[in-house]
């Protein structure tokens, strides 16, 4: 049963705190503006225009649910758990901002069951996987850079995995204490299968733009290198091209007959930086 702090969510129409019922069937507020839960268990909030955005389709999360439920990238789901519990180790409130299908977020649930977990993402398509293995989270359609419909200080630990980052809103809703996680590709990740799978590249000073780009608001406290050596079959590589950004410029049927000129096992290296950040005390 999804549960969540009294007045951790607030209502995208007048800010007011927004509270469970029926059963978590329903989400409303004092003035009465009531969001349904959709039948796949997660809530809408985007309201008026919506996003501007493009969410993950469809067949893109189809494919990161495969590659993600093969356990290519389960010692970075670990290595993102183990640095958030160092630095928090009983969080109460735990927000992942751009969950997509919940896979890192699930095993921070794990690991804190008494821990209320708030899954943000634009992708209803993604929303509803991560609704399926979220035993108690609570799961919302909504565009991260917008103002997070979310409280001020509410939150313990913010996950963010391949996904945009809005500095000042994270610094909001992180409490005093809290931590954000922050994980994103390093330079040669996939180098090895990149052309054949159109990857997007990734840029040199990733990890230290990140860092600049949240100076002023979070001081880094943290940071882990991940280096995988993956044995990838060309359904893998299919699906991997297919769940990161390329997937919004991929041809499915194009690319499965690129991928058909490849061996029947690719070696390849995933490359990650995991970095921790502690929200700055003089802001």
Same mark, same amino acid.
């Given at each position: 049963?999804?549960?969540?702090?009294?007045?951790?969510?607030?209502?995208?129409?007048?800010?007011?705190?927004?509270?469970?019922?029926?059963?978590?069937?329903?989400?409303?507020?004092?003035?009465?503006?009531?969001?349904?839960?959709?039948?796949?268990?997660?809530?809408?909030?985007?309201?008026?225009?919506?996003?501007?955005?493009?969410?993950?389709?469809?067949?893109?999360?189809?494919?990161?649910?495969?590659?993600?439920?093969?356990?290519?990238?389960?010692?970075?789901?670990?290595?993102?758990?183990?640095?958030?519990?160092?630095?928090?180790?009983?969080?109460?409130?735990?927000?992942?901002?751009?969950?997509?299908?919940?896979?890192?977020?699930?095993?921070?649930?794990?690991?804190?069951?008494?821990?209320?977990?708030?899954?943000? !993402? +634009?992708?209803?398509? @993604? %929303?509803?996987?991560? #609704? =399926?293995?979220?035993?108690?989270?609570?799961?919302?359609?909504? /565009?991260?850079?917008?103002?997070?419909?979310?409280?001020?200080?509410?939150?313990?630990?913010?996950?963010?995995?391949?996904?945009?980052?809005?500095?000042?809103?994270?610094?909001?809703?992180?409490?005093?204490?809290?931590?954000?996680?922050?994980?994103?590709?390093?330079?040669?990740?996939?180098?090895?299968?990149?052309?054949?799978?159109?990857?997007?590249?990734?840029?040199?000073?990733?990890?230290?733009?990140?860092?600049?780009?949240?100076?002023?608001?979070?001081?880094?406290?943290?940071?882990?290198?991940?280096?995988?050596?993956?044995?990838?079959?060309?359904? !893998? +590589?299919?699906?991997? @091209? %297919?769940?990161?950004? #390329? =997937?919004?410029?991929?041809?499915?049927?194009?690319?499965?007959? /690129?991928?058909?000129?490849?061996?029947?096992?690719?070696?390849?290296?995933?490359?990650?930086?995991?970095?921790?950040?502690?929200?700055?005390?003089?802001?």
């Amino acid at each position: 049963m999804p549960h969540l702090p009294e007045n951790l969510l607030c209502c995208p129409v007048c800010a007011a705190p927004l509270g469970l019922l029926d059963g978590a069937g329903a989400l409303v507020c004092g003035a009465g503006h009531r969001f349904d839960a959709a039948k796949q268990g997660y809530f809408n909030l985007l309201t008026g225009r919506g996003t501007e955005f493009q969410s993950d389709t469809a067949v893109m999360v189809q494919a990161r649910t495969d590659f993600l439920g093969a356990g290519h990238y389960g010692p970075l789901q670990a290595v993102v758990a183990d640095l958030a519990q160092r630095h928090v180790a009983e969080p109460r409130v735990i927000l992942d901002a751009g969950a997509g299908t919940g896979y890192y977020l699930a095993e921070l649930e794990r690991r804190h069951p008494g821990a209320a977990v708030l899954a943000l !993402d +634009i992708s209803k398509f @993604a %929303l509803r996987r991560a #609704a =399926g293995i979220l035993r108690d989270g609570v799961c919302v359609v909504w /565009d991260v850079w917008r103002q997070l419909p979310v409280r001020d200080s509410g939150v313990d630990i913010i996950l963010n995995v391949f996904a945009p980052r809005n500095p000042e809103e994270f610094h909001r809703v992180l409490n005093h204490g809290g931590v954000l996680v922050v994980v994103t590709p390093l330079p040669g990740h996939l180098a090895e299968i990149a052309d054949d799978a159109g990857l997007l590249e990734v840029r040199p000073d990733k990890a230290t733009a990140v860092a600049t780009s949240l100076t002023g608001l979070f001081d880094e406290a943290d940071s882990a290198t991940v280096e995988l050596s993956l044995q990838l079959s060309r359904t !893998d +590589i299919y699906n991997v @091209a %297919l769940m990161g950004p #390329a =997937g919004h410029h991929l041809v499915p049927e194009d690319l499965w007959a /690129d991928l058909a000129v490849l061996p029947e096992r690719t070696l390849a290296s995933a490359r990650f930086t995991v970095q921790v950040f502690r929200r700055h005390q003089d802001r």
